[in-house]
T-cell receptor, first 110, second 112 residues
Framework: ETGVTQTPRHLVMGMTNKKSLKCEQH?????MYWYKQSAKKPLELMFV???????ENNSVPSRFSPECPNSSHLFLHLHTLQPEDSALYLC?????????FGPGTRLTVL | SQKIEQNSEALNIQEGKTATLTCNYT??????LQWYRQDPGRGPVFLLL?????KEKRKERLKVTFDTTLKQSLFHITASQPADSATYLC???????????FGAGTRLFVKA
């Protein structure tokens, strides 16, 4: 295992639900990332936190809201999602350039 | 805009042969190039990192080359095994960090 855990591993939600994805890293890294991966598409960078401050936000819709309470934990709060938001959501941490990914959360929006 | 191209078609090879995967990029001058392996339904796993001033890097059966003139990296797996079957992602990074760009990946199938 890479030292990055994500929960839940699978999530099915309706468009009116509110849910949160959780990521935890046990590697002592200062940077944490959220990516979206859709079938046959490159990883899309959503958010980056360095030392608990957001340093990158790639024009992500406001229905996705990140939270980084400390350097080991990262959340992605979800509300009023659309079916096209269904994807694999990956969390990663990094000490520099190399990234260590969690197993991902498979999200299905009905 | 910055773009990474990897073979979208799957690569099928026989066990024991060398697999060669290609990564081409445009509109970018990366300081670092990385290769990751991803199995279905799982997160990518880091394999190798090569710097812009390095031509080649090896790790066990893996070899990566980096040609900044051609804007291309080649990823080789020698003596391939069925367990090497996976999707391999190329990723580029500048000196500032926090902005790694990933390719869509190439699916490799190694037949016994």
């Amino acid at each position: 295992e890479t030292g990055v855990t994500q929960t839940p591993r699978h999530l099915v939600m309706g468009m009116t639900n509110k849910k949160s994805l959780k990521c935890e890293q046990h590697l002592g890294h200062n940077a944490m990332y959220w990516y979206k991966q859709s079938a046959k598409k490159p990883l899309e960078l959503m958010f980056v936190y360095s030392l608990e401050e957001r340093v990158e936000n790639n024009s992500v819709p406001s229905r996705f809201s990140p939270e980084c309470p400390n350097s080991s934990h990262l959340f992605l709060h979800l509300h009023t999602l659309q079916p096209e938001d269904s994807a694999l959501y990956l969390c990663a941490s990094s000490p520099g350039h190399t990234q260590y990914f969690g197993p991902g959360t498979r999200l299905t929006v009905l | 805009s910055q773009k990474i191209e990897q073979n979208s078609e799957a690569l099928n090879i026989q066990e024991g042969k060398t697999a060669t995967l290609t990564c081409n990029y445009t509109n970018y001058s990366p300081a670092y190039l990385q290769w990751y392996r991803q199995d279905p339904g799982r997160g990518p796993v880091f394999l190798l990192l090569i710097r812009e001033n390095e031509k080649e890097k090896r790790k066990e059966r893996l070899k990566v080359t980096f040609d900044t003139t051609l804007k291309q990296s080649l990823f080789h797996i020698t003596a391939s095994q069925p367990a090497d079957s996976a999707t391999y992602l190329c990723a580029l990074d500048g000196t500032g960090g926090f902005k790694t760009i990933f390719g869509a990946g190439t699916r490799l199938f190694v037949k016994a």
